[in-house]
């Protein structure tokens, strides 16, 4: 059974959840291993692909765009995991906890899978050509879904928030930002060398 409440900033957010003897339930714990391992298996994905670019002479910046893709995986998998198993400490908003089809906490868990696909069409992408050809539009896409775990202070304000939980909303926030930032450089490389398709760039400068 789960109580609602209204947060300091007006919304109304999951304050209590009241489980039975088997707590948060076998498909709330599915969610959760489920997301972890996808996050396992991205960043394995992402390593394995990368593996044999290590020993040739790969676009320096291109690789610090997949360090610091894999650090965003890292924080993104703790933070999608914790708060599917700890929405309360999320302040989870009342219309993202409903169970609409299976269980409760649902769109997290689902949301995630869009979220993978468009961070392993980027790192396809850019592992072609040098890092040359990297795909802006995924990269455009995949820093939108990771952006909006920011949206958990628009429902609450950060002191209300765990040291821990914080650190999960904002790492995911810092972390993509860096991303980005390290993504234009790559991008302005392109441009310099002549490349003539500038619209994923606007899409990227159009994200923030």
């Known amino acids: 059974m789960a109580e609602f409440g209204i947060s300091s900033l007006g919304e109304a957010v999951l304050v209590?959840?009241?489980?039975?003897?088997?707590?948060?339930?076998?498909?709330?714990?599915?969610?959760?291993?489920?997301?972890?391992?996808?996050?396992?298996l991205n960043l394995g994905y992402t390593c394995f692909k990368f593996r044999p670019f290590r020993k040739k002479n790969f676009n320096v910046v291109a690789t610090f765009v997949l360090y610091c893709y894999l650090v965003h995986v890292l924080i993104h998998t703790f933070h999608y995991a914790d708060n599917i198993y700890r929405p309360v400490d999320y302040h989870e908003p009342k219309w993202l906890y409903?169970?609409?089809?299976?269980?409760?906490?649902?769109?997290?868990?689902?949301?995630?899978?869009?979220?993978?696909?468009?961070?392993?069409?980027?790192?396809?992408?850019?592992?072609?050509?040098?890092?040359?050809?990297?795909?802006?539009?995924?990269?455009?896409?995949?820093?939108?879904?990771?952006?909006?775990?920011?949206?958990?202070?628009?429902?609450?304000?950060?002191?209300?928030?765990?040291?821990?939980?914080?650190?999960s909303i904002a790492g995911e926030g810092v972390s993509v930002f860096l991303l980005v930032v390290v993504a234009f450089a790559i991008?302005?490389?392109a441009d310099n060398t002549g490349a003539n398709d500038s619209t994923p760039y606007k899409l990227l400068i159009y994200a923030f």
Request: hydrophobic share 45%; aromatic share 18%; glycine share 6%.
């Open 16 to 40: 209590n959840e009241q489980f039975g003897q088997d707590g948060i339930g076998t498909v709330r714990i599915t969610f959760v291993i489920v997301t972890v391992a996808i996050g396992l």
């Open 98 to 167: 409903l169970k609409y089809f299976v269980s409760t906490m649902e769109i997290t868990f689902a949301f995630n899978f869009l979220h993978t696909y468009f961070g392993i069409k980027y790192v396809d992408s850019l592992l072609s050509d040098n890092g040359h050809s990297a795909n802006y539009l995924f990269l455009t896409c995949y820093v939108y879904s990771a952006m909006m775990t920011v949206m958990h202070y628009n429902i609450e304000v950060p002191s209300k928030y765990s040291a821990l939980v914080n650190f």
């Open 187 to 189: 991008r302005q490389r």
